[in-house]
């Protein structure tokens, strides 16, 4: 059983956009707190952006000001908009759900069987 599913990856040239989809359960977009990681080719999975139920958004300096998160609650979909990509951008890209902001960041270090296929974005120069 996985919770959640991404989606929306893809090949894309260095400037361009993509939309990633995050689609799961009622129950888990109840969750306080939500996120998108990225696992860049040989390093460790890192946490980029969250949003919680009151709307606050964070971001990882990498990608502020260039990456969007938002959640639909009525659809159960959490969306990662990503603009003016940038090869270092290139990586699997995961969600998960949470009861706070401090638990997203500890999720980011468990194991890979923890964790779904993601999607593979990849970014061209």
């Known amino acids: 059983q996985v919770p959640l599913v991404e989606s929306g990856g893809g090949l894309v040239q260095a400037g361009g956009s993509l939309r990633l989809s995050c689609s799961g359960s009622?129950?888990?977009?109840?969750?306080?707190?939500m996120g998108w990681y990225r696992r860049a080719p040989g390093k460790q999975r890192e946490l980029i952006a969250t949003?919680?139920?009151?709307?606050?958004?964070n971001y990882r300096a990498s990608v502020k000001g260039r990456f969007t998160i938002s959640k639909n609650s009525e659809q159960n979909i959490l969306n990662l908009q990503m603009d003016n990509l940038k090869p270092e951008d290139t990586g699997v890209y995961y969600c998960?759900?949470?009861?706070?902001?401090?638990?997203?960041?500890?999720?980011?270090?468990?194991?890979?069987?923890?964790w779904g296929q993601g999607t593979q974005v990849t970014v061209s120069s």
């Open positions: 998960s759900a949470a009861e706070s902001l401090d638990t997203l960041q500890i999720i980011a270090t468990l194991s890979d069987d923890n």
């Open positions: 949003v919680t139920n009151d709307g606050h958004t």
């Open positions: 009622e129950t888990i977009f109840k969750a306080p707190a």
